[in-house]
């Protein structure tokens, strides 16, 4: 893969940044060169893998807004060029971002909003309520278009110390709770909410299985946030038969700290 990332300031090389073409960017992801659930990213929780759900409000909004060229923020990735899992990067932020995008543009997973219209090459099309198949079928000339829509795309060249720093910082601007910031570590209890609470990862169906309107079946809760985060805990111990001291560090006092 050809990078050519520009410095960000003379000051600080280690932060670099570069357009990339939605095109190449959704290349790396089908090649894995891109790992969306390390370290720092927050469990995605959409169920865009249900038959019955095509997307949630704001997941329509920014499929909008990126087809028709507006801007979206940037994504911010680690550099893990020797990562001995071949990963070129870690996500630092922008996960949701990505895998929506990706789930729209590639698996087909999720429909633009109703009505929706763009205009390219003198052309306006009405793809409304459409998977980007359906619309590259009907459209068969719209096949570019991925290379005119562009990410702006941040690399970080630091350690994954510095990286969750970041990470920290940049969704910090959320106010994230001591839950969330917990995710950010490389941590048994991270790990278990990464793994069994992510709809794209975990194995239960009780996080994984949505009715048409995008709400859980089996629990009546939201899934997201900490109390999601505190029923797979709860279970994780139960399963494990274990106790509830290796959960305790980092705990909230050692993140406000």
């Given at each position: 893969m050809e990078k050519d990332f520009k410095t960000l300031n003379n000051?600080?090389?280690?932060?670099?940044?570069?357009?990339?073409?939605?095109?190449?960017?959704?290349?790396?992801?089908?090649q894995?060169?891109?790992?969306?659930?390390p370290?720092?990213?927050?469990?995605?929780?959409?169920?865009?893998?249900?038959?019955?759900?095509?997307?949630?409000?704001w997941q329509k909004e920014l499929i909008s807004d990126y087809l028709n060229g507006a801007f979206i923020q940037p994504i911010h990735l680690l550099n893990r060029d020797k990562d001995e899992n071949n990963y070129l990067y870690w996500?630092?932020?922008?996960?949701?971002?990505?895998?929506?995008?990706?789930?729209?543009?590639v698996l087909c997973l999720v429909k633009t909003p109703k009505g929706l219209n763009i205009e390219?090459?003198?052309?306006?099309?009405?793809?409304?309520?459409?998977?980007?198949?359906?619309?590259?079928?009907?459209?068969?000339?719209?096949?570019?278009?991925?290379?005119e829509l562009h990410f702006l795309i941040f690399e970080y060249n630091v350690t994954i110390s510095k990286g969750r720093k970041i990470f920290l910082k940049l969704n910090d601007l959320h106010s994230m709770n001591d839950m969330e910031k917990l995710n950010a570590y490389e941590h048994i209890l991270a790990n278990t909410i990464r793994n069994l609470g992510d709809v794209t990862l975990s194995p239960f169906t009780m996080f994984n299985e949505f009715n048409?309107?995008?709400?859980?079946?089996?629990?009546?809760?939201?899934?997201i946030k900490r109390v999601t985060d505190e029923l797979v805990l709860f279970l994780a111990d139960y399963?494990?038969?274990g106790g509830y001291d290796k959960y305790k560090e980092p705990n909230a006092s050692a993140l406000r700290g």
């Open positions: 000051i600080d090389d280690t932060t670099k940044f570069q357009l990339v073409s939605a095109d190449d960017y959704f290349g790396w992801l089908s894995g060169l891109v790992n969306l659930s370290v720092y990213q927050r469990p995605y929780t959409y169920p865009d893998v249900s038959d019955n759900h095509w997307g949630s409000a996500i630092i932020d922008g996960g949701h971002r990505t895998k929506t995008l990706y789930n729209f543009f390219w090459n003198g052309n306006v099309y009405d793809i409304g309520n459409k998977t980007w198949k359906e619309i590259v079928s009907s459209n068969k000339e719209l096949t570019g278009y991925l290379k048409e309107n995008g709400k859980l079946v089996h629990v009546n809760m939201r899934n399963l494990n038969q």
